[in-house]
């Protein structure tokens, strides 16, 4: 970030988001958003890709963090591990970020071609997290199903985050949820 | 089908992936599907509503199937449920399916377009395991893990037994497969 330009990013970041909201995704253009946070479109790509990126940024950082979690869990069943990726997970999702992970969500959720990237990245998490197993010396078919449930957990945690009106953090929110998985499967006699 | 076109269908099918694979979807027409399959554009669109329903054709009722599959599990477990959804998902996926199956794939793995088509069908399908499992009781979140959980068993079978060199039929990879989930919750102690 220029130093004449505190808060670039984020000002473009709230800018985008406005104006997502007001004109749609598709209607938006980076000429406006810069108009908006009274910027430049060069300043933008400073910062951002396009204006995709204003809403996926982070995401790289986020698989680097969950698959650490795979990599240093205590144990190697999903549930553990689950538990421990989404300890990672929630120093991303904290209060403050909230209001804008919703919002980010009700604009992703309107646009199929945002909902498809969101797709794309739950796929490349569950890559990342079965890469992670097998690293750990887990065969490969176990490593994938045990990923699998692993990013469900993660998957419907994040959801219970961004919903309108959830207060409970993302910690609790994730304990909850390997809480029901372990429920759930208590069901299976055969375990 | 029309009496005087018998197997127009199976026609168009095949002439639509010999010509996926040549020149790639994109590069394919639906008139050059139905010129290559000796039949009128009419009678492919009395078939296909466009050249990406020849891939995905039959996906509802395989989801229906894999649905009943959690209606009628003996038990509700997410391990139970995926032996019955993937016994169901077995008379889909036969020998004689198998060669069709390989090739539409690689066809799907070469275009992204596709690729998030088949994304979106599997975050289908999980919508549909998990309503499978609300309708028979099971809260909300316990329902989405389980089905999360399901869905990736499912979807781990589907992989291997579309892999080149994988001779095994659907029921024994899916059996496998349940096996390795099992094998990976057996690590959680805290289960």
């Given at each position: 970030m220029a130093r004449w330009q505190p808060d670039a990013g984020e000002r473009l970041r709230v800018a985008a988001l406005d104006l997502f909201e007001e004109r749609g995704f598709d209607q938006t253009s980076v000429a406006q958003i810069a108009q908006r946070a009274e910027l430049t479109e060069r300043t933008f790509y400073r910062h951002y890709a396009d204006k995709r990126e204003v809403l996926f940024q982070g995401q790289e950082q986020l698989n680097d963090a969950l698959a650490a979690g795979v990599a240093e869990a205590?144990?190697?069943?999903p549930l553990a591990v689950a538990d421990e990726v989404l300890v990672r997970a929630a120093s991303f999702f904290d209060d403050e970020r909230r209001p804008f992970s919703r919002r980010r969500q009700q604009v992703i959720d309107a646009n199929p071609e945002l909902v498809e990237r969101e797709r794309a990245k739950m796929a490349h998490l569950t890559d990342a997290v079965a890469a992670g197993f097998r690293a750990r010396g887990v065969p490969d078919v176990r490593a994938a199903v045990a990923a699998g449930t692993v990013v469900s957990a993660f998957q419907v945690t994040f959801e219970l985050w961004v919903a309108p009106a959830e207060t409970r953090d993302f910690t609790v929110l994730g304990r909850a949820v390997v809480g029901e998985l372990r429920a759930a499967l208590s069901a299976d006699a055969a375990l």
């Open positions: 205590p144990e190697l069943g």
